[in-house]
C-alpha cells in the first residue's frame, strides 16, 4: 500500500511538472547548446565558433564532453526532451538514493519514491530539468565514488570524468589528497586526464582552442552580476552595484575557499566533507547558477539523517522559495536592487555561508558518537535529540 502511495505521488509530481513545463513552452535551451555541440563535433565546424538559440549560447565545456554530445543529434529535438526530462528524472531518484547512502540511510523503494517526488521542486532542479541541464547527472558521478566507503574499487574514477566534462568536480581531487586519499585522487587525476587525451586525439583544433583560450573567457557562460548566479561573486556584484567587483570579491572567495577546504579536511564524517567541498566550489566559482545547487538534494538527506531537522526544514525552503526570481531583474535592474532585496537575490549563497560558520556549533552539540559503515566516529540523531532536550 506504502508502494502504491509513494508511486501514485510520483506520478502526480512529474504529470503536474510536464504540464507546468508544457503551459509554459520550456525551452530547454541547454539542451539545444549540447547537441549544437555534437553536431559540431560531427560536422567538423568550429565548436566554440556557434552560438544558438534567442540567447545566442555558445558552448563552453571541454571538447570531450562535447564528443559525449554526438549522440544528441541521432534525435529529433522533440523527442530528445522528453528522453531528457525522462531521464533527469531517473537520475534525480538516483541522486536521492545516492544523497541517503552518503549519510548512511539507505532508502526503501517507498520512501524513495516520496523522497524523488517532493525534490522535484527544488528551485535547482527544477530549473535543470526546465533548462535540459547535466548537472544531476554530474553530481551522481561524484557522489558514485565518493558515496562509497574510502578505499573502494577504482574510486576517484567518476569523479575524473565528472571533472572532464564539467570542470569544477576537479575540487574534489583536492578534497581526496586533503584527506590523506592519494590513491583515490591519483585514480581522479589520471582519468580526467584521459578525458583531456580523448578530447586532444578527437579534436586538436578544438583542445588547443578551449585550454589556452575559451577556458578563461568567464564572459562566455553569462553575466555573473544577474540573480541567476548565485556564487559570492554574484552576491558581491549586486551589493556594491558593481558588475565587475575584483579584489572585492576574489579577496572573500579566497578566504571561502580555504575555509571550506580546511573544514572539509577535518571534517568528522565523510559526508560532512563531501558536503562542505561541493558548497565551498559553488561560493567560490565565478558563476553559479541557481541550477548547479542540485547538491541540496545530498545536504538535505544528510542533515534529516542526523536529526537537524530545523535546519533541513530551513534549508528546503530557501531552495523551494524561488525568491531571486521575485526581485525586478530585467536588463540591468539586478544592479540596482535596494539593501532590502538583497538577501532575496543572494538566498543561497548566504544559506550556504551560515551552514558553514555554524558548522562547528552544530557537531559539537552531539555529545555522543556511534560508528557507521566507514568505521569514523559520526554524531547520531538520537545523540543529537538527547543533546537538545
Same mark, same amino acid.
Given at each position: 500500500m506504502r508502494n502504491r502511495t509513494a508511486l501514485l505521488l510520483l506520478a502526480l509530481s512529474l504529470a503536474s511538472f510536464v504540464t507546468l513545463c508544457a503551459l509554459c513552452g520550456a525551452p530547454m535551451a541547454d539542451l539545444l547548446v549540447y547537441r549544437a555541440e555534437g553536431a559540431a563535433v560531427a560536422h567538423g565546424t568550429d565548436l566554440y565558433g556557434f552560438t544558438v538559440t534567442e540567447w545566442r549560447l555558445p558552448a563552453t565545456y571541454p571538447p570531450f564532453a562535447a564528443v559525449l554530445f554526438v549522440p544528441l543529434?541521432?534525435?529529433?529535438? !522533440? +523527442? =530528445?526532451? +522528453? &528522453? @531528457? =526530462? +525522462?531521464?533527469?528524472? %531517473?537520475? %534525480? !531518484? *538516483? =541522486?536521492? !538514493?545516492l544523497s541517503a547512502r552518503l549519510a548512511s540511510r539507505p532508502l526503501p523503494p517507498a520512501p524513495l519514491c516520496t523522497a524523488t517526488a517532493l525534490a522535484l521542486w527544488l528551485e535547482p532542479v527544477f530549473q535543470t530539468l526546465l533548462f535540459g541541464q547535466i548537472n544531476l547527472a554530474v553530481a551522481c558521478l561524484v557522489l558514485a565514488d565518493l558515496a562509497r566507503p574510502p578505499g573502494a574499487r577504482a574510486q576517484g574514477l567518476c569523479v575524473g570524468v565528472a571533472a572532464g566534462v564539467k570542470l569544477t568536480p576537479a575540487v574534489f581531487v583536492v578534497y581526496l589528497l586533503l584527506r590523506g586519499r592519494v590513491r583515490e585522487a591519483a585514480t581522479a587525476m589520471a582519468a580526467f586526464a584521459g578525458t583531456v587525451a580523448l578530447g586532444a586525439a578527437l579534436l586538436p583544433a578544438a583542445s588547443a582552442d578551449f585550454w589556452t583560450r575559451r577556458l578563461y573567457e568567464t564572459g562566455r557562460v553569462g553575466k555573473a552580476w544577474i540573480v541567476d548566479n548565485q556564487s559570492l561573486r554574484g552576491l558581491l556584484a549586486r551589493a556594491l552595484g558593481d558588475p565587475g567587483p575584483g579584489l572585492a570579491w576574489a579577496l572573500p572567495a579566497a578566504a571561502v575557499a580555504v575555509a571550506g577546504l580546511a573544514l572539509a579536511a577535518r571534517a568528522r564524517r565523510d559526508a560532512h566533507g563531501v558536503l562542505l567541498t561541493a558548497f565551498t566550489a559553488l561560493l567560490v566559482c565565478p558563476v553559479s547558477w541557481t541550477h548547479h545547487w542540485v547538491w541540496c538534494v545530498p545536504l538535505l538527506a544528510v542533515l534529516l539523517a542526523e536529526g537537524h531537522r530545523r535546519t533541513a526544514a530551513l534549508t &528546503? %525552503?530557501? @531552495? *523551494?522559495a524561488r525568491t531571486m526570481w521575485l526581485v525586478p531583474h530585467e536588463g540591468a535592474l539586478d544592479l540596482e536592487l535596494p539593501w532590502w532585496q538583497q538577501p532575496l537575490a543572494a538566498a543561497y549563497p548566504l544559506l550556504t555561508v551560515g551552514l558553514i560558520l555554524s558548522y562547528d556549533s552544530m557537531i559539537n552539540r552531539c555529545p555522543t558518537l556511534s560508528t557507521e559503515q566507514t568505521g569514523k566516529p559520526t554524531c547520531s540523531s538520537r545523540s543529537f535529540r538527547s543533546a537538545r532536550r
Open positions: 543529434t541521432w534525435v529529433p529535438v !522533440a +523527442a =530528445l526532451k +522528453a &528522453a @531528457f =526530462l +525522462a531521464g533527469n528524472t %531517473l537520475l %534525480l !531518484a *538516483t =541522486l536521492v !538514493a &528546503a %525552503l530557501v @531552495f *523551494t
